[in-house]
């Protein structure tokens, strides 16, 4: 009887240890598509989107020329289009500029210019290393409270989670104006990144470069 007791209790513990592991697995990718699900309502295209004043826009890497990614630029189109519409009256670009020869702000910046902004109306984010650094910049350094977001559509989510869940009230606009290469690795990586983004929410710390308060809005 022992034994028998002793082997049934072995398979609930494997069975539970199964279940446990699946668990695990499959957190990361339910967990993606609640945030896609939960969020597909605030997000918009430039018609529909509402004015809030400040629009945010999230780095997305240069070419080897230093001229913004075929993603970035679609993502600075959107925001200009926000801009000219006057749907928002400042840009926040962010991005990276950890290295002399690398400034995503600044390409952006100056693409920004090109299509007609005016200088005093761009605000370059030059700590915005990752979402979580661009939100938190956005609520503590530039004080920005209410933001239009652009990014593509499977970022969207993600980047309106990091920054409401840090005090911004956001609404997403899409910047999906063609098809992107590498898009399936983009949207397989953005699961380890929601989950990511999970943990952000949890601990809030501050991003790594701080600075002064710039404030943005009146």
């Known amino acids: 009887m022992s034994m028998r007791v002793t082997r049934s209790a072995f398979k609930k513990v494997v069975l539970a240890v199964i279940l446990l592991a699946g668990l695990i697995v499959a957190f990361p990718f339910v967990w993606y598509l609640f945030l896609h699900w939960h969020y597909d309502g605030v997000i918009h295209g430039v018609d529909s989107a509402p004015a809030a004043g400040v629009v945010i826009v999230f780095g997305a890497g240069l070419r080897g020329d230093g001229f913004p990614s075929d993603m970035l630029r679609d993502r600075m189109d959107v925001a200009v289009a926000l801009y000219k519409q006057g749907k928002a009256q400042k840009l926040l670009v962010s991005g990276d500029n950890r290295f002399e020869n690398y400034n995503e702000p600044g390409a952006m910046m100056a693409y920004a210019v090109r299509q007609g902004v005016a200088p005093e109306d761009i605000q370059p984010d030059y700590g915005g290393r990752r979402t979580y650094d661009t939100c938190y910049r956005a609520r503590h350094i530039f004080q920005v409270e209410k933001a239009l977001l652009v990014t593509q559509t499977f970022h969207l989510p993600r980047a309106l989670f990091t920054c409401s869940q840090l ?52």
Request: glycine share 8%.
């Open 167 to 218: 005090g911004v009230k956001v609404v997403g606009v899409s910047a999906d104006l063609q098809p992107y290469r590498r898009i399936r690795w983009f949207t397989i990586r953005e699961v380890g990144a929601a989950l990511q983004s999970l943990a952000d929410a949890v601990q809030q710390k501050p991003a790594p470069v701080m600075g002064d308060p710039i404030p943005l809005e009146d």
